[in-house]
């Protein structure tokens, strides 16, 4: 081991303890948004690496958009927003919204939808029983004697929640906004996606940590005052 | 990488400056923050991301408002109408600022902070910044009660010129002034009162030196 080496491993060691440690949060892995059984494939349940839906501008999306109302939304309104709310939800707050659509019955997306994937895992499984199989039923419902659902269903109705898939005013459309680093991007913690502001913005499906998957913790409601200047 | 961490640093750099520099005054501090160490999200006594009460015509309302019976202001020479009740946003002032003794539209909100629970306590324990009397912090909150008749009047039509001259007319009849809001045209709480701003005190739109923002409007 040469002199250098001495230095470069506990470096190393330093680097790896800095990604496990809880800077970066925690995983999608034994979160609520966990969806496989014990021993299943995590990541399946909403991403696949070959055929995937590009029509929900998600990642590599595993769900099929046809058994999906994207119309089945109402939006949010208010007489003193200074920037246009679109007449249905965009990108990546589709992929949310495809489970949390509705408390009591599917409004938007169908059974079709949330219980079928479009690439299964492994090769040859074609949404058979062995891939519901592997899904796990109590990650969204009760079970005997519980309600249904029991997951938090915003939708269809989204007036009473903040809005969504609107673009980031700017200064001169509404001064009491901060404005981002990056137009397009956000901030570095608190993302746009093309300029929108969409469920992901405030909301880190893969981090439980900051509960109710937050981005960063809303003490002293940051997380408000990260765009609002009030 | 070390174009990253430069980028990095830079970044939380630009963040912190933005805490220090461009909030200027908010609601943080102020006689409107009920927020305390253990409950900690100054915002969320107003207003709530999901599961806002919608029949209240402020954004995300988080409060539930009882059904209070105001007596509104009247005058004889008032040249626009008044309405029955108060409308839109000044239901949401009044909802505490009725000082009507109602448990479930003072107190609960309607979404918790955090995971949520509804209806939610979680405000209760701050019984001090809303009744400092009693726990030796100055007087008690201003409460206007239910009768509006010694207020100035809300929730009318702004007059136009052919209406009342004694006015002047706004540059948009819909919005008011970009400093003294209308709401929908009409005058309410927050056309002179900025809830999030205590720079002003009491919360006022604009400095009232000289009266500059009775003057905004009447032209007396």
Not at chain 1, 21 to 34: E, I, M, Q, R, T
Request: charged share 15%.
């Amino acid at each position: 081991m040469s002199h250098l080496d001495c230095f470069k491993f506990p470096l190393v060691l330093f680097v790896v303890g800095l990604f496990a440690s809880p800077l970066f949060g925690a995983s999608v892995v034994g979160s609520k948004h966990d969806m496989s059984a014990a021993g299943g494939e995590v990541c399946v349940h909403c991403h696949t690496p070959h055929f995937a839906n590009t029509e929900i501008s998600a990642p590599l999306w595993n769900k099929k958009s046809q058994n999906f109302n994207f119309d089945a939304f109402t939006m949010y309104t208010s007489p003193t927003i200074d920037t246009a709310i679109p007449a249905r939800p965009s990108g990546i707050s589709l992929a949310c919204l495809g489970c949390h659509d509705s408390v009591s019955a599917p409004e938007a997306a169908t059974s079709t939808y949330t219980h079928y994937v479009v690439n299964t895992p492994g090769s040859g499984l074609n949404n058979s029983q062995a891939y519901w199989n592997s899904l796990n039923c109590n990650a969204c419902h009760g079970g005997h004697g519980s309600p249904l659902y029991k997951i938090p269903a915003v939708g269809p109705d989204l007036t009473n929640d903040h809005p969504i898939s609107m673009v980031y005013p700017t200064a001169a459309q509404d001064p009491s906004f901060y404005q981002p680093p990056d137009s397009q991007k956000g901030w570095p913690d608190l993302p746009l996606f093309s300029g929108k502001v969409e469920c992901a913005t405030c909301h880190n499906v893969h981090d439980p940590s900051k509960i109710p998957f937050l981005r960063m913790a809303n003490t002293g409601s940051a997380l408000c005052y990260r765009c609002h200047n009030k | 990488m070390r174009l990253k961490i430069l980028f990095l640093t830079l970044a939380g750099f630009s963040i912190f400056l933005y805490t220090l520099v461009a909030r200027g005054a908010t609601v943080v501090g102020s006689k409107h923050d009920l927020s305390t160490p253990s409950t900690n999200e100054p915002c969320a006594f107003c207003h709530t991301p999901h599961f806002a009460n919608i029949s209240i015509a402020a954004p995300l309302w988080n409060r539930s408002i009882g059904n209070v019976t105001f007596q509104m202001y009247s005058s004889t020479t008032i040249d626009t109408t008044i309405p029955g009740v108060p409308s839109g946003v000044s239901l949401a002032c009044l909802g505490c600022h009725d000082g009507v003794n109602s448990a479930n539209d003072k107190h609960d909100l309607r979404n918790a902070p955090g995971p949520g629970g509804m209806p939610d306590q979680s405000s209760w324990p701050n019984c001090e910044r809303c009744h400092p009397e009693y726990y030796g912090g100055g007087g008690p909150v201003n409460w206007l009660g239910t009768d509006l008749k010694n207020d100035h009047p809300i929730s009318m039509s702004y007059p136009t010129p052919a209406q009342d001259p004694g006015f002047f007319t706004p540059p948009d009849p819909q919005k008011g002034w970009s400093d003294v809001p209308l709401y929908n045209g009409k005058i309410e709480c927050p056309s002179c009162h900025n809830v999030h701003d205590p720079s002003h005190s009491p919360f006022l739109r604009i400095s009232n030196a000289g009266s500059a923002l009775c003057y905004k409007c009447h032209n007396k």
